[in-house]
């Protein structure tokens, strides 16, 4: 839906999801406010979580601004500002930045948990009715609030290396995180080879993990071999000091459990749809195996800067690129959302 700009409005051109549909709406910002940094996009992707939004399988607002992976450079930005390592962002600097904006002062934050703020504004599914309206990667143009954690990118790297640092690379730093330091050196099952899975097989195998995979696709699970992994053998290898389910199939989660030694601990992040993945679960297994089980869901600020580091130290020579579709023009996004869900690609590429 298009909507009618006033003469000499400050405008970004948005993708939206409304009434059933993708579309493009050139949407009128208000002046920007003291703490707001305002990007230029530069490269977005479309995310798993933004196919599941477009095909209802998770409620959205109207017009939905679509997309939280990206990178851009800085607009406009309050005098002194600076990134989350205290490095001056300035007009002509590349940014990347979390999904999330926080409050920085509920109990949720005071624990950690910023990434579920109390009152937690989440780009990529927030409607343009909602100030700062321009909240969606898919777009050329993009408003960061003041509680949105951002890490300006050194010059010397790809937009498409650093395109899913604010969701994939920034999961999978969690979900590794969130295996313990004791997975070093291990054996490891990764369950599921799409973006955040693949980006896992990289980082665990950089720790000197023997990382096994389990992945339907031929592709996926080729790719996740050149990052270190290998096919977990038959389908039944193990079992595994620490396994982790990225896939999101209730099948994929049960295999995985089972693939669990006594003693040992399973990352649960593929599953973001409560009602769509139920399983049934004897309770009995993870007790007298002794097994840990984790949920992850986004990551926390540490996480998102370790995810960061890692990609601009180590990603650069792994053809992560391959992880992502050839260019779609922001006018073609309905192509582009038809191209995910044919699932060739774990990430399609956006440029406005």
């Given amino acids: 839906m298009d909507t009618e700009p006033r003469g000499g409005a400050d405008l970004a051109t948005i993708a939206t999801f409304d009434d059933g549909r993708v579309g493009i709406e050139r949407v009128e910002l208000s002046p920007r406010k003291a703490g707001e940094v305002d990007l230029t996009v530069l490269a977005a992707a479309v995310c798993g979580s933004d196919l599941h939004t477009v095909l209802g399988h998770r409620p959205a607002p109207p017009r939905t601004a679509l997309g939280h992976e990206g990178v851009g450079v800085v607009r406009d930005a309050d005098p002194g500002a600076r990134d989350l390592r205290g490095t001056p962002l300035r007009a002509g600097d590349r940014a990347v930045f979390a999904l999330y904006a926080a409050c920085g002062t509920c109990d949720r934050c005071a624990s950690g948990l910023a990434m579920k703020c109390r009152s937690v504004l989440k780009y990529g599914h927030e409607s343009v009715d909602r100030e700062p309206r321009a909240t969606g990667t898919l777009a050329d143009r993009v408003r960061l609030l003041p509680g949105v954690p ?96 990225a896939s999101g ?47 992850v869901h986004n990551y926390t600020l540490e996480s998102f800067v370790r995810g960061v580091d890692w990609l601009l130290e180590h990603g650069g020579g792994l053809g992560l690129e391959r992880l992502l579709s050839p260019p779609v023009p922001l006018p073609e996004i309905t192509d582009g959302f038809e191209l995910m869900r044919r699932g060739a690609y774990a990430r399609v590429l956006v440029r406005p």
């Avoid at 973001?272 to 007298?288: C, E, N, Q």
């Fill in 150 to 245: 951002v890490l300006r990118v050194p010059d010397g790297h790809e937009d498409t290396l650093v395109v899913s640092a604010g969701c994939a690379v920034a999961t999978a730093a969690e979900i590794v995180a969130a295996a313990g330091p004791e997975a070093a050196g291990r054996d490891v099952l990764v369950v599921g080879a799409g973006a955040v899975g693949a980006y896992c097989v990289a980082m665990f195998a950089g720790m000197g993990c023997r990382v096994a995979v389990r992945e339907v696709s031929e592709e996926r699970l080729a790719l996740a071999e050149s990052l270190g992994g290998h096919p977990d053998p038959g389908g039944g290898g193990g079992p595994y000091p620490v396994a982790v389910e």
């Fill in 249 to 295: 199939h209730p099948d994929a989660f049960l295999g995985a459990l089972n693939a669990v030694d006594v003693g040992g601990r399973l990352v649960a992040a593929g599953s973001v749809s409560p009602g769509a993945t139920a399983v049934t679960l004897d309770p009995a297994l993870l007790v007298t195996r002794r097994i840990s089980v984790v949920g």
